[in-house]
């Protein structure tokens, strides 16, 4: 991994983003994307987000949901980073892998409002339809265009297995790589689901935390007062390159991708069997693939989303796959911080993986202050951590019952990121 | 490297239910289009569609998934199911990480969603279901298979619209030689609502003539667009030792080579990439381009974009040096559902060595120099086939199909493993 | 004051949640677990929001784990029916 850029909640760039992190700071707030008003969670993680002070044309902003403007902005941040000149490289060599859980929803549904007349039409109004209407209806347009801004004519893909998307669109991307499909792979996720029909259909199943009174500490992963997740957005793009590739051209190496492995619970669309053996089964395969113990793993960033049953079922997977190593190493939930972005938190959190391993910092999970004695494992509570990295294992787990696990490690040659 | 073979096939079509409905169908060049039923489109501009006649969710699918479930999943499911019993899977004998669910959808539950975002506006975000959450998101079909098949294995989703079709047989493939035993890989959509139209209508490339017969005729000289149409097909891909492990031998024919590209930004002035998408393929399958004998075109129906896809393909094969036919002027474009369908089309035909019909195409366009299989079958030797798909935005994908494995095959197999 | 009944609520879970073929929604249920006949979370969470919607009440989050089978559904709305009738009267 040679560049990474990143719009999240709290600043837009790598560069805040982790600084938002380290500090164990909260960008968790009171809706302000609609008028939330009679929905039973108004509360979200957004993102400070002007498409036009981040460097888009005015033809990319009507074009573009917001989904895709995330995506672009961090590809760029990421491409940037990486100090590759794209130009240099053959297009045919080049592959965009991009996740996304709800694609381009928020277009979708503004547009709809209007076809629509608002919720009164069934047969909706054509003669309203604005031409990039179809490129919200399918989204894949979001790896389109991240394909356009980077200049790729390799493999392009769009994935979308819910909230494991992100994690999944890297390691899709870091196959093709590995079969020889390509040298480089802009990879990554993004969504921008804080409109009213995502928020709907998560009040529908009380699965967000409906704490509007307190939103800065509303996301409570791992803590006793957990009663859902908060709802973010963002976006985080990496840079990849076949590892021979990056230290020819001297390139900053952040770490390597070294294990990927996703299983299915075939159990329940949104329910996880407590145990976590699916995740658990990821995990180990995972660490095969990298071919490290759980003793080489030295922090373990947690799905954490601070449902009720997410973190008991992940802590439970965490020591069946880890073992005794499991109350060893520190663990943390990101989403304390910058909410659960859907598909795009998997490519965030693999983001803030690759940061921690350039600063030796283990990010903490913010608002833990009373632990669950059901999850009794060491969550980084509060306040970052200074500690030797080395190897990271992160994990994501989706609506559809997929489980993801990815493991990073510190690049062994190479200039250190 | 071991096979790849098609052990299972599952389809849903306009044309029918069932491959064998489906296949008589096509080679009787009995076009399934028609005016729209599933809403009243008489106030649209386009209102002829391909739709899954016939098709009673109560009579095929759990009770209790139908209302949590978008028509697009239904006919997942549906097909999923009749592809494993035509596969004659017995999953509980099968190791459960070792079975995998890939599916393709371009635009999700469209349906579904259109009726829950009315509720929201309408009537207010109370009245948004439960089942939302579930039914509306891309992976939701890959889910629900997984779950009623018990298939644990690393599941996946691609949108990469019509060419997702295709990519989820790559990706199969992928999984394959990676550990998997057994991939259940399916394109469905289902969009025939009044919102999944209107999106369609926005771009310009659905056609708005209003008689059947003449609607939808790619590579001709009155090309005016593409009809929308719904449906798809599953398949059941395995290794050769895993099939024979079951003791299985029957099978469709064999997954040869995969190749992806994506063309450049418009106005980019770069050349578009659908020929080295099918020159990949042909190289991973280890072919020259006279070995192909039948190429199953994407056929959008917009003149330029056929005449890019002919382009490409003369390129390759020379002019007017491949037969090329494109049955889905009987179905309309079904986007990821469609390039799956033109697979299993193109196996039965490497089965039957017979090349389907390109219905209603009576005066090809002269700049499009391709040898277009007419109005009937054409009997012919066929050894390999090659399915090309191009997604909207710039997708392109192409696959090389081939016929059963031979005992012969086995022992050459052998050797190349050696 | 309207009553919600078992067969109110046998109707709301067909149209709502669907019906498993395995289970004879007409039969003697109501002591059964929704997990016995078919009912998942989803399908609670979904049955709840019809009678809310239906009946015109609101019922609290916590109250789902109440709702184990069809009797203490029943048992639950009903009361809580006649608390807003209550509430309203006064």
């Not at chain 1, 760039?13 to 609609?34: D, H």
């Not at chain 1, 071919?291 to 080489?296: G, H």
């Not at chain 2, 239910?17 to 729209?36: D, F, K, M, Q």
């Amino acid at each position: 991994m040679t560049g990474i850029g990143v719009v999240a909640p709290g600043g837009i760039g790598a560069k805040a983003f982790w600084e938002l992190l380290a500090s164990g700071t909260t960008a968790t707030r009171a809706i302000s994307l609609f008028d939330a008003t009679g929905f039973r969670s108004r509360i979200a993680a957004e993102c400070d987000f002007d498409p036009q002070a981040n460097g888009l044309s005015a033809q990319q902003i009507r074009r573009m949901d917001r989904a895709a403007q995330f995506a672009v902005v961090s590809a760029r941040e990421a491409v940037a980073d990486s100090g590759l000149d794209m130009a240099e490289l053959p297009p045919a060599r080049l592959t965009v892998s991009v996740g996304s859980a709800v694609g381009c929803t928020m277009g979708l549904e503004q547009e709809y409002v209007v076809l629509s007349d608002a919720g009164r039409k069934w047969l909706v109004d054509h003669s309203y339809a604005v031409p990039h209407l179809y490129g919200y209806m399918v989204p894949s347009t979001l790896a389109t265009e991240v394909a356009w801004e980077v200049g790729a004519e390799g493999p392009v893909a769009l994935i979308s297995t819910g909230c494991t998307s992100g994690l999944d669109a890297i390691g899709h991307g870091v196959e093709v790589i590995k079969e020889g499909g390509a040298d480089v792979a802009v990879v990554g996720a993004t969504d921008a689901p804080i409109s009213p029909i995502t928020v709907a259909c998560f009040d529908a199943i009380k699965a967000t935390s409906p704490n509007n009174s307190d939103p800065a500490h509303a996301s409570r992963p791992f803590d006793l007062g957990r009663d859902g997740f908060v709802l973010g957005e963002g976006s985080a793009m990496l840079v990849l390159e076949d590892a021979e590739h990056a230290r020819r051209r001297g390139a900053q190496i952040y770490g390597e991708i070294v294990g990927f492995a996703s299983r299915s619970n075939a159990f329940h669309m949104t329910g996880l069997r407590p145990d976590g053996r699916e995740m658990a089964e990821a995990i180990r395969c995972a660490m095969a693939q990298a071919r490290f113990n759980p003793e080489d793993i030295d922090y373990v960033n947690a799905h954490g989303s601070g449902t009720k049953q997410n973190d008991r079922h992940e802590t439970a997977a965490f020591k069946e796959s880890l073992g005794a190593h499991a109350y060893e190493v520190p663990v943390s939930s990101i989403k304390s911080m910058v909410g659960h972005s859907l598909g795009a938190i998997g490519s965030i959190e693999v983001a803030a993986c690759a940061l921690a391993l350039k600063h030796q910092v283990v990010p903490p999970t913010a608002n833990m202050h009373v632990p669950d004695p059901e999850c009794d494992l060491d969550y980084t509570p509060l306040h970052a951590r200074e500690r030797r990295l080395d190897g990271v294992l992160t994990v994501g787990s989706g609506f559809g019952g997929f489980q993801t696990a990815m493991v990073l490690a510190r690049a062994a040659g190479g200039r250190a990121g | 490297m071991t096979a790849i073979v098609v052990t299972g096939l599952g389809v849903a079509a306009p044309t029918g239910i069932g491959v064998e409905t489906h296949w008589s169908a096509i080679l009787a060049g009995r076009s399934a289009i028609g005016p729209i039923t599933r809403f009243d489109a008489s106030g649209y501009p386009t209102r002829l569609a391909g739709e899954v006649p016939d098709f009673v969710a109560r009579d095929r699918l759990p009770g209790r998934l139908i209302p949590q479930t978008d028509h697009w999943t239904h006919l997942g499911l549906a097909t999923a199911q009749d592809a494993l019993d035509d596969a004659k899977v017995v999953t509980s004998d099968l190791p459960e990480y070792q079975m995998a669910v890939v599916t393709a959808g371009s635009s999700g539950g469209t349906e579904f969603g259109q009726r829950e975002i009315e509720r929201l506006w309408r009537d207010g975000p109370q009245h948004v279901g439960a089942y939302q959450s579930i039914a509306w998101f891309y992976a939701a079909t890959t889910g629900q298979i997984s779950i009623r098949h018990g298939m644990r294995g690393p599941c996946g989703v691609i949108c990469t619209e019509q060419s997702g079709g295709l990519d989820i047989l790559g990706q199969a493939r992928r999984l394959l030689r990676s550990g998997s035993r057994l991939v259940v890989a399916g394109g469905t959509d289902a969009s025939l609502c009044p919102y999944g139209l209107v999106a369609q209508i926005a771009h310009g490339r659905l056609t708005t003539c209003g008689d059947n017969a003449r609607a939808y005729l790619p590579f001709d000289a009155d090309a005016s667009g593409y009809v929308p149409g719904e449906g798809g097909a599953t398949l059941i891909l395995e290794t050769a030792e895993s099939m024979r492990a079951r003791g299985v031998d029957q099978h469709y024919g064999t997954i040869l080579g995969y190749h992806a590209t994506f063309d450049p930004r418009p106005g980019s002035g770069r050349p578009p990439t659908l020929e080295s998408a099918a020159a990949g393929a042909l190289a991973d399958a280890g072919l020259r381009p006279d070995e192909i004998d039948v190429v199953f075109a994407d056929a959008v129906g917009d003149p330029a974009l056929d005449h890019a896809e002919a382009t490409a393909i003369t390129k390759i094969f020379g002019p007017y040096g491949v037969p090329v036919t494109a049955p889905k002027t009987m179905t309309g474009r079904m986007y990821a559902g469609g390039a799956t369908l033109d697979v299993a089309t193109a196996l039965l035909a490497l089965r039957d060595q017979v090349i389907p019909p390109t219905t209603g195409v009576y005066s090809p366009a002269p700049r499009n120099r391709i040898d277009l299989v007419g109005a009937y079958p054409r009997q012919d030797r066929l050894r390999h086939a090659m399915v090309l798909a191009r997604g909207h935005g710039g997708f392109n994908a192409a696959l090389v199909i081939g016929r059963q494995l031979t005992a012969h095959d086995d022992q050459g197999e052998a050797t190349w493993r050696k | 004051m309207a009553e919600v009944t078992l067969d109110d609520l046998r109707r709301i879970l067909r149209d709502c949640a669907g019906q498993d073929e395995s289970v004879d929604l007409d039969g003697d249920i109501a002591d059964l677990l929704f997990a016995e006949i078919g009912y998942d979370s989803l399908a609670m969470l979904e049955t709840v929001s019809r009678v809310e919607r239906e009946f015109g009440t609101s019922i609290p989050d916590e109250a789902v784990q109440e709702m184990v089978t069809p009797r203490t559904t029943l048992a639950y709305i009903n009361r809580r029916l006649a608390e807003d009738t209550a509430g309203s009267a006064a």
